[in-house]
């Protein structure tokens, strides 16, 4: 059977990405979507939409029967699940086998075998897979873990069996953080995934998480397309993505697929999934787990093999072969992936929600020796919702090496212009400046070694302090101009908290030669009073975007992961500022704020109360995740202003305090 009509069980990026292919293959497309996604842009794209619940996941998209009541509607001969929902979902899978609806993915069998950890890795095993030393039977208590743990050596991992995203894990140490770690892996593992099994394998030190692509067709044909690297990591979430991988060889790379390609076999694999491997220091590698589905940062695979994995499973799935051999795989140039959260990286990366007000991504290109790509589920006017995972955007660049991939995925985040939520922009910005970045000396531990205080801004090197100061004095004297007429030279005051100095404009045609006390270069400014991007074109070929917004006396400038405060003054005015009073800002020690916008779950203390510092004072609920707000210092309770069901805005106050 040719599928003519498709169903996407997904919603907002992935979806939106389904239906480009199904588009372009001339197959109809059919969304889904709940209360919270009925203006969604994968609603809008789609042929045809059916709604199918509650804006709660499991009131939706999580709903089988729904979703297969959807494709009866419709007529849709077969269902892309994407990823999350229910993508790894064997029961769902086998559902649509019984009603004669397609499944674009893998066989139920080889799902439910490869969604459980420990079943998983014993087929690994039995397979010739690399595998860390564990244990990987039943655990009968805490006390059995720890000599499990010992006789593993320290330090050791311990797993939920049907964990995912990072929750029902520990690391241990000693023993008594075996004991400790196995009862929360426990208890976390039965109040998320309803299965409290556990496992205990070796802890990798300074290790990398590299994955493998694979495709396989039900004609026997398993490919692999080579490696991503997804070291960058966040509480075990995966925030930037490359491949290849920096660090492997080619007869590691070589091993590592072959044995993926070993255990797509031995389970009867067919359409795309990734195996995710852990690798030491040594290029020593060890099976993590298999995705049975399209992962995320599927989109870098794409641009250095040139292929479609989305057309590839849905010709796998009419019964296709591939199309081509392990030996015409490519592996050209090298692609960069960011994703784009609506989190605040200052807050520590505490979710964010609300109405886009601005979205301008970068103009996507995609030939020459650049390609720039932005896969997306959202659009101006939209909302980020606290129903569903945070992100924006996957932000993607192409370039014949990995550096110039890296300054074009620099320039890329620089221009994207995201107003309205918290997003990580000007982190994601400051990881492409880091050298450990650029040398691609990763580890899954790189954002707690390099961040170890959280994130609070980017430091700009002298090169980019003088793109700063430069394109300010250039867009005031381009405001001044509009005033009173073109100055061919003039000097200004640029002060900010990178620095401040004396900056030198003189004009020569279309360029200005811009002059500090350190430095002398030509540029070109494409901008105009109004515009939120400033561009500058060096006479050495180098540019530079900002994002600019005037104050009234000078601009606020984000770029390069810095967001700054930027005064710029005629220098005889400068003079005059030390004599200005310096305006103090209010106390706000005193007061309980909201961090982000949410739900407060819990109130723990009365007015009149004595709190510790660490003392826990409230929760708040935002994005599914419960925040725990704790008191910084010995205080008493003096006022509360927020009740338990309250919906508060960020920085809303909810409690307020005196002095003991």
């Given at each position: 059977m040719t599928i003519q009509k498709l169903l996407i069980?997904?919603?907002?990026?992935?979806?939106?990405?389904?239906?480009?292919?199904?588009?372009?293959?001339?197959?109809?497309?059919?969304?889904?979507?709940?209360?919270?996604?009925?203006?969604?842009?994968?609603?809008?794209?789609?042929d045809e939409a059916i709604h199918i619940g509650a804006s709660p996941a499991r009131e939706s998209y999580l709903q089988i029967d729904r979703i297969i009541a959807a494709c009866k509607q419709t007529g849709a001969q077969a269902v892309h699940p994407g990823y999350g929902f229910l993508s790894e979902n064997a029961g769902f899978a086998a559902a649509l086998e019984k009603e004669g609806i397609v499944f674009v993915g893998p066989p139920p069998k080889a799902i439910e075998a490869m969604g459980d950890k420990i079943t998983s890795k014993k087929i690994a095993a039995e397979a010739g897979v690399s595998t860390v030393p564990g244990?990987?039977?039943?655990?009968?208590?805490?006390?059995?873990?720890?000599?499990?743990?010992?006789?593993?050596?320290?330090?050791?991992?311990?797993?939920?069996?049907?964990?995912?995203?990072?929750?029902?894990?520990?690391?241990?140490?000693?023993?008594?953080?075996?004991?400790?770690?196995?009862?929360?892996?426990?208890?976390?593992?039965?109040?998320?995934?309803?299965?409290?099994?556990?496992?205990?394998?070796?802890?990798v030190t300074e290790p990398r998480h590299i994955e493998i692509q694979l495709i396989g067709d039900a004609h026997g044909n398993v490919l692999y397309l080579n490696e991503r690297e997804c070291s960058i990591q966040r509480r075990n979430q995966k925030v930037i993505e490359e491949a290849p991988s920096p660090f492997l060889d080619e007869a590691t790379r070589k091993a590592m697929g072959e044995q993926s390609v070993a255990l797509a076999r031995a389970v009867g694999y067919r359409s795309a999934g990734t195996v995710e491997f852990i690798v030491d220091k040594d290029r020593n590698f060890y099976?993590?787990?298999?995705?049975?589905?399209?992962?995320?940062?599927?989109?870098?695979?794409?641009?250095?093999?040139?292929?479609?994995?989305?057309?590839?499973?849905?010709?796998?799935?009419?019964?296709?072969?591939?199309?081509?051999?392990?030996?015409?795989?490519?592996?050209?140039?090298?692609?960069?992936?960011s994703r784009l959260y609506a989190e605040d990286p200052y807050r520590n990366f505490l979710p964010s929600t609300g109405r886009l007000t601005r979205y301008r991504p970068p103009e996507e290109s995609a030939s020459g020796a650049l390609v720039v790509r932005n896969d997306t589920g959202v659009f101006e006017g939209g909302e980020i919702s606290t129903f569903y995972d945070p992100m924006i955007a996957k932000l993607c660049t192409w370039a014949p090496t990995r550096l110039e991939a890296i300054n074009a995925m620099a320039v890329a985040l620089d221009g994207f212009e995201v107003e309205g939520v918290g997003n990580n922009l000007p982190f994601l910005a400051s990881v492409m400046e880091q050298q450990?970045?650029?040398?691609?000396?990763?580890?899954?531990?790189?954002?707690?070694?390099?961040?170890?205080?959280?994130?609070?801004?980017?430091?700009?090197?002298?090169?980019?302090?003088?793109?700063?100061?430069?394109?300010?004095?250039?867009?005031?004297?381009?405001?001044?101009?509009?005033?009173?007429?073109?100055?061919?030279?003039s000097r200004w005051h640029v002060e900010s908290p990178a620095g401040a100095g004396l900056v030198r404009l003189t004009q020569h045609g279309h360029e200005t030669q811009v002059e500090t006390g350190w430095r002398s270069a030509a540029a070109h400014l494409r901008w105009q009073p109004g515009e939120s991007l400033a561009r500058l074109d060096w006479s050495d070929g180098r540019q530079a975007v900002l994002k600019v917004t005037p104050t009234t006396s000078g601009f606020r400038i984000r770029y390069r992961g810095a967001d700054l405060k930027v005064l710029v003054l005629r220098p005889h005015i400068a003079a005059l500022l030390k004599h200005m009073p310096v305006k103090t800002p209010p106390d706000m020690s005193k007061f309980l704020l909201c961090p982000m916008p949410g739900q407060v779950v819990r109130i723990d203390v009365a007015e009149g109360d004595v709190v510790e510092d660490g003392q826990t004072l409230a929760i708040v609920e935002a994005m599914k995740m419960e925040n725990v707000l704790k008191a910084e210092k010995r205080a008493r309770v003096s006022k509360i202003h927020a009740v338990p069901g309250a919906v508060l805005a960020v920085d809303q106050v909810i409690l307020e305090f005196e002095a003991v």
């Open positions: 069980a997904n919603r907002g990026e992935i979806a939106c990405r389904v239906i480009k292919t199904a588009r372009k293959m001339g197959i109809a497309t059919v969304a889904v979507y709940s209360d919270a996604d009925r203006e969604a842009l994968h609603v809008r794209m789609a244990h990987m039977g039943l655990i009968a208590d805490a006390e059995e873990a720890v000599t499990i743990s010992r006789s593993i050596g320290y330090p050791v991992m311990i797993k939920a069996s049907a964990g995912g995203g990072g929750k029902g894990m520990r690391i241990a140490w000693t023993d008594d953080e075996a004991r400790e770690g196995f009862e929360r892996s426990k208890s976390e593992a039965a109040s998320s995934f309803g299965d409290d099994r556990i496992f205990i394998e070796k802890f099976f993590l787990e298999m995705n049975t589905r399209l992962q995320v940062e599927h989109p870098v695979t794409e641009l250095i093999t040139g292929l479609d994995l989305v057309e590839l499973m849905l010709r796998v799935a009419n019964g296709e072969k591939l199309p081509l051999t392990q030996a015409e795989v490519q592996r050209r140039g090298w692609a960069i992936e450990r970045f650029r040398d691609g000396r990763l580890t899954t531990g790189y954002i707690a070694e390099e961040f170890p205080e959280g994130f609070a801004g980017a430091s700009l090197t002298e090169e980019q302090r003088f793109d700063v100061d430069a394109a300010a004095a250039l867009m005031m004297a381009r405001r001044e101009q509009r005033r009173g007429g073109v100055v061919a030279e």
